[in-house]
């Protein structure tokens, strides 16, 4: 009933910046958060940000002072704007939404971030 489609990555040089974008569509009338994971080959998925309802942020220590989430309601749209990029900073990307109705979420196919020289 939602989905989740992320656009935005590519190729950039240690120190550059990229904003990914995570476009919703269906019934998404009832979502409680909303978030960033990244998954890098061989690792395990984690939590890089995450923005609820009522617009509080949260973040990864690792990626504090240079990554920050948005949303544009009108677009139903969330931001990823990702500063200082490090070569540590290599993943997949994906797009999580969290539903009020416990265990209900979604995700996002996954958007790849290549940070090298």
């Known amino acids: 009933q939602v989905q989740l489609v992320e656009s935005g990555g590519g190729l950039v040089q240690p120190g550059g910046s990229l904003r990914l974008s995570c476009a919703a569509s269906?019934?998404?009338?009832?979502?409680?958060?909303r978030d960033w994971y990244r998954q890098a080959p061989g690792n395990q998925r984690e939590l890089v940000a995450t923005?609820?309802?009522?617009?509080?942020?949260n973040y990864a220590d690792s990626v504090k002072g240079r990554f920050t989430i948005s949303r544009d309601n009108a677009k139903n749209t969330v931001y990823l704007q990702m500063n200082s990029l490090k070569p540590e900073d290599t993943a997949v990307y994906y797009c999580?939404?969290?539903?009020?109705?416990?265990?209900?979420?979604?995700w996002g196919q996954g958007t790849q971030v290549t940070v090298s020289s």
């Open positions: 999580h939404y969290s539903d009020y109705n416990p265990g209900v979420d979604y």
């Open positions: 269906g019934r998404i009338f009832s979502i409680y958060a």
């Open positions: 923005i609820t309802s009522a617009g509080y942020t």
